[in-house]
């Protein structure tokens, strides 16, 4: 079971990113309690194009570095500046202030193959 | 996220329930199945660091080397020199192969003459347990070897406030206890102990070794002494800190104390040698072929392994441990580097983070001295 808070209202992927109806997207509660305290993001620009299910950047704790893997196709477009300095948004507020980016795409935002609803997500094995 | 294994693999201590209990997330170190984090490895470095923290060592090994011919063969294993400490005196000390590569390192106890405390790391246990038996046959008195690690647990509190924590539990002093100085038979907690004034994060503090039966007790009583444990996460971005090699990284099998900037520990003018004299004093006639440097990197965080270039000169290092520094909270690491570069602080390098080229400047050891 992936534990911690799954708000309904998103989607999310198997390597638990979340990505919302407007195409803003973070990593999980659950995906944040097990990295630790985030030290370091390394996030694409703004314009970058992102492929559904490949990495566009990486997220590192103090111990251990782990991949972002995007959930849709399409472009960056924006980017959460405030992690720069103070990347422990990510821990403190996953679903809020944590935001990672967001992404203009034409990939429908609901569940399917590759996004899974809450629920769903709930009931990932870990 | 990666997954944790089982327990059952691996080897636990006296306080592996206490742990588990206390939610501490686990994982394996040294063959042991180890609290990593209780709540987080920046609040449990800062805590040690404006306080106090106590962590379960227990993983790490134990030997008694007593006899007739200990002192002899205490020398003659390591590259520093045990003989010459007073009785309740440490040292911390390479421990070489003929070769001059690194068996272990270790911290050597003198409890009196031919009596000696060696302390080493938990996941060379086996294997120092064969090198020390072997060189101890080869001595005419064969001074007895004891591995006791299984009968004695170690906890290490740490901090500025650590000294007093301890002092407030101990019956009789322990302030007085000096640097690199051990005290046998206090009782702290009611629980004996051998009180050790060493330890690995950098900061004042003690290491207290005692009976594996005892350290649950012992473990109670100072965390109801407000006493908050620290995981082995912490425990190495603090030893990093304060530039602290870790076996596996700074040091190993084919990495020389030399290399590895650990030449103060090298006693050359120790009578009768010691094991890798030789192959050690080639090096240094010669220049060991890399050298350990600090490292501060911008915009990436080096882990072990990367690969470390310069521009304009040949070959490669290597990042042998690297973190984000919670004290100076920048990207920080220590590497291997062609002594060829002959690089010096300020100069600029380069380390492959994920292939990408990130910028780390060469920067004085260690990152972090306490306030004297």
Redesign the interface.
């Known amino acids: 079971m992936a534990s911690g808070k799954v708000p309904e209202g998103r989607w999310y992927t198997a390597e638990?990113e979340w990505i919302a109806g407007d195409g803003t997207v973070g990593i999980t509660d659950?995906?944040q309690d097990?990295?630790?305290?985030v030290?370091?993001l390394?996030l694409p620009e703004v314009g970058r194009h992102v492929e559904r299910g490949t990495v566009f950047g990486?997220v590192?704790?103090?111990?251990?570095?782990?991949d972002l893997f995007s959930p849709v196709t399409g472009t960056v477009a924006a980017v959460n500046d405030q992690l720069k300095d103070r990347p422990e948004l990510v821990n403190q507020d996953p679903y809020g202030e944590g935001w990672l980016v967001r992404l203009d795409t034409e990939d429908p935002i609901a569940s399917g193959p590759v996004l899974l609803d809450a629920a769903g997500y709930r009931a990932l094995p870990? | 996220?990666?997954?944790e294994s089982t327990a059952s693999r691996w080897r636990t201590t006296p306080l592996t329930a206490w742990h588990e209990a206390a939610g501490a997330?686990m994982g394996e170190f040294g063959g042991f199945w180890m609290p990593?984090?209780y709540e987080?490895?920046?609040?449990e470095h800062r805590r040690v660091r404006a306080a106090v923290g106590m962590f379960d060592v227990s993983h790490m090994a134990e030997f008694l080397v007593e006899g007739d011919g200990a002192d002899a063969l205490v020398d003659r294993l390591v590259t520093n020199w045990p003989s010459r400490l007073e009785d309740g005196q440490a040292l911390y000390t390479p421990m070489c192969r003929q070769d001059g590569g690194t068996q272990d390192d270790l911290l050597v106890y003198r409890r009196g003459a031919n009596r000696y405390l060696l302390v080493t790391n938990a996941g060379n246990r086996d294997e120092d347990r064969g090198w020390i038996e072997s060189v101890a046959a080869q001595r005419p008195d064969r001074p007895a070897v004891r591995d006791v690690s299984d009968e004695v647990a170690l906890i290490a509190v740490q901090g500025p406030s650590a000294v007093a924590a301890v002092e407030s539990l101990a019956h009789g002093p322990v302030a007085d206890i000096g640097y690199y100085h051990f005290r046998e038979g206090v009782s702290v907690a009611d629980v004996p102990a051998l009180v050790s004034r060493t330890g690995y994060t950098g900061e004042d503090g003690f290491e207290l070794y005692v009976a594996a039966t005892d350290a649950p007790a012992l473990w109670a009583a100072l965390a109801r002494h407000g006493v908050k444990p620290v995981g082995l996460?912490a425990r190495?971005?603090l030893r990093l800190e304060a530039r602290l090699p870790l076996y596996g990284h700074e040091l190993a099998r084919d990495v020389s104390p030399l290399e590895a900037a650990l030449g103060s520990f090298v006693k050359w003018e120790k009578p009768g040698g010691f094991i890798g004299r030789e192959a050690l004093a080639a090096q240094r006639a010669a220049g060991p072929a890399r050298r350990l440097v600090g490292l501060e990197a911008v915009g990436?965080?080096p882990?072990a392994g990367y690969a470390v270039t310069r521009a304009g000169a040949a070959g490669e290092g290597v990042v042998t441990s690297g973190?984000?520094s919670?004290t100076l909270e920048v990207?920080i690491a220590m590497a291997l580097v062609p002594r060829a570069w002959g690089v010096k602080v300020g100069d600029a390098v380069s380390v492959a983070v994920?292939g990408r080229p990130v910028p780390a400047k060469v920067v004085k050891l260690p990152f972090y001295r306490r306030p004297s």
């Not at chain 1, 097990?34 to 305290?37: K, R, Y």
């Not at chain 1, 590192?60 to 782990?66: A, F, L, M, P």
């Open positions: 638990h659950h995906a097990a990295l630790g305290d030290v370091f390394d990486v590192e704790s103090v111990k251990s570095v782990s870990d | 996220m990666p997954e997330r990593i984090l987080g490895i920046l609040e996460g190495d971005t990436g965080i882990r973190t984000h919670p990207p994920r």
